[in-house]
């Protein structure tokens, strides 16, 4: 299965992950019923899940209702994205 994964150019260029560094794995994982590996793997998995079914249904419907949800869980992903990253490099540098 890891044959058929992308690498990650920040990794393997410079060291270092990206933000985005295990969301692969965690998706593989979510897919196999492993909710809390998946979770531990890359958090910023499930409010990105959440915010594409919000903005896939904002698209369709057209409801302003929908678009505070999708700006919220884009903003929460961005935010447990980034949080994510930060404690992944401190991890790497400490």
């Known amino acids: ?5 992308f690498s990650c150019f920040s990794k393997s260029y410079f060291g270092f992950p990206c933000p985005g560094c295990g969301g692969q794995r965690a998706a593989i994982l979510l897919f196999h019923g492993e909710i809390w590996k998946s979770f ?3 958090p910023g998995l499930f ?7 919000f903005f896939s249904l904002n698209l369709f419907l ?4 929908l678009a505070h949800f999708t700006h919220f869980f884009a903003v929460l992903t961005a ?3 980034f949080i994510n990253y930060f ?3 401190y991890q790497i540098f400490l």
């Not at 299965?1 to 994964?5: A, C, E, I, Q």
């Not at 409010?47 to 079914?53: D, N, R, S």
């Open 87 to 89: 404690i992944k490099l």
């Open 1 to 5: 299965m890891k044959d058929l994964m």
């Open 47 to 53: 409010p990105l899940l959440i915010f594409g079914m």
């Open 79 to 81: 935010v447990v994205i």
């Open 62 to 65: 057209k409801k302003r209702v």
């Open 40 to 42: 531990l793997m890359y």
